[in-house]
């Protein structure tokens, strides 16, 4: 098992709502939480084994590129659990 960690950053609110509820509805993985940036811009941050995590920001980048603007999509593979631990702890809500 592989842990996973993904981002996407959208500009707006409604945007960054919409790939959150596509991901949670559509795949097995968990939300850590959303992250504002400035500008209007919002990463939601998701977490889970890596095919999941790539599934979802797949269905995310579609859903939320119908309603904004999609500036970035990453995953990161194999995080350990300490860096995953210090990026939920640090996560402001919006």
Same mark, same amino acid.
């Given at each position: 098992? $592989?842990?996973? @960690? %993904?981002?996407?950053?959208?500009? %707006?609110? !409604?945007?960054?709502? +919409?790939?959150?509820?596509?991901?949670?509805?559509?795949?097995?993985? #968990?939300?850590?939480?959303? #992250? #504002? =940036?400035?500008?209007?811009? @919002?990463?939601? *941050?998701? $977490?889970? +084994? +890596?095919?999941?995590? &790539? /599934?979802?920001? /797949?269905?995310? $980048?579609?859903?939320? %590129?119908?309603?904004? +603007? !999609?500036?970035?999509?990453? *995953?990161? &593979?194999?995080?350990?659990?300490?860096?995953?631990?210090? *990026?939920?702890?640090?996560?402001? $809500? =919006?």
């Amino acid at each position: 098992m $592989s842990n996973a @960690i %993904g981002f996407i950053e959208t500009k %707006g609110l !409604v945007s960054a709502v +919409e790939a959150a509820t596509v991901m949670l509805k559509y795949s097995d993985v #968990k939300l850590i939480g959303f #992250k #504002k =940036i400035g500008l209007a811009l @919002i990463t939601v *941050i998701i $977490s889970g +084994e +890596e095919q999941n995590v &790539k /599934d979802a920001l /797949d269905i995310a $980048s579609e859903a939320a %590129g119908c309603l904004g +603007e !999609v500036y970035a999509v990453n *995953i990161i &593979k194999d995080i350990p659990n300490e860096i995953l631990e210090i *990026i939920k702890n640090n996560n402001t $809500s =919006i």
